[in-house]
């Protein structure tokens, strides 16, 4: 088989929290493509997980900026990002997930290829303390120390000061005692985190998608050859196994390229070929 395309070629990664320890493996491994982070960058200027910075558009949006912000400190053509949020499950709206999107921007090929994860294997918790409070329980399910905290006043005047890298138990208890103080209410907000390196689960749903992002770019396009070649979208229409109406669940899915207009319909996967009709809006409306 011969060589991909990127094998050998360099890659900015914008991170300024490690990232590439989870990302550059599987890229290598996979692709051959060498991945390496971006010096003297400022992420946190495109939005913090901490709030103190919205972030401005949508996720994929933010990561191409954040991408080219790599490959402009490293003057490469090739740039990678990641960009992560944390909230209700899609399919299951009472369970907290994450959800994280690995991108890569081309500009040689003038593309840009994504992939995207969403996980319940997530550590994010939060809870709220006063000076002197018993956190065992709390710190326990937070896998704190080995997961980072940040704390903030519970009810600031403004937006309050916000303190990350609580890695200790003295660190966890001076940051409680000063931002109780600045609190109108004299708690501290605590909660997990979610900087990639201040968060080893995290971290690790990072390295899947990684992998992920490493199958689709060595998935080429059946028309042109250009790598990236994967599902798009689905059609929905899956029949009823009792009434035979079409449903709004998944019938087939949708496959394309990012380098041309080719596209293609592909059945499912599993094969499956009717829906159970409390899914079926005529049974079971």
């Not at 060498?34 to 933010?62: C, H, Q, Y």
Request: hydrophobic share 35%.
């Amino acid at each position: 088989m011969a060589a991909h395309s990127y094998r050998g070629k360099v890659a900015a990664l914008a991170t300024m929290h490690q990232k590439e320890i989870a990302i550059a493996p599987p890229l290598l491994e996979r692709v051959g493509l060498r991945v390496f982070p971006a010096a003297g960058i400022d992420t946190d200027a495109l939005g913090t997980f901490a709030g103190e910075i919205p972030r401005v558009g949508s996720m994929g949006e933010v990561a191409t900026r954040k991408a080219r912000l790599g490959m402009a400190a490293a003057n490469t053509s090739i740039g990678l990002a990641s960009e992560g949020t944390f909230g209700p499950h899609p399919a299951v709206p009472w369970m907290t997930a994450g959800m994280e999107l690995l991108k890569l921007v081309d500009d040689e090929r003038g593309i840009e290829i994504s992939e995207s994860l969403v996980t319940s294997d997530i550590v994010y918790q939060s809870t709220i303390a006063r000076p002197g409070d018993e956190l065992g329980e709390f710190l326990a399910i937070c896998h704190f120390p080995t997961h980072g905290l940040i704390a903030r006043p519970n009810k600031p005047e403004n937006t309050g000061p916000i303190v990350k890298d609580i890695l200790s138990l003295n660190d966890l208890s001076k940051a409680v005692e000063k931002l109780a103080r600045q609190s109108a209410d004299g708690m501290a907000a605590l909660s997990n985190d979610m900087r990639a390196h201040r968060n080893p689960t995290r971290m690790r749903s990072l390295n899947e998608l990684a992998k992920k992002l490493a199958e689709r770019v060595m998935s080429l396009c059946p028309a042109c050859n250009c790598p990236g070649f994967g599902r798009t979208g689905y059609v929905a229409g899956l029949p009823c196994s009792d009434c035979g109406s079409p449903t709004q669940s998944r019938k087939a899915d949708t496959f394309g390229c990012v380098g041309c207009e080719y596209q293609e319909t592909r059945e499912r996967a599993d094969h499956m070929k009717h829906e159970n009709p409390r899914y079926c809006d005529y049974c079971n409306p």
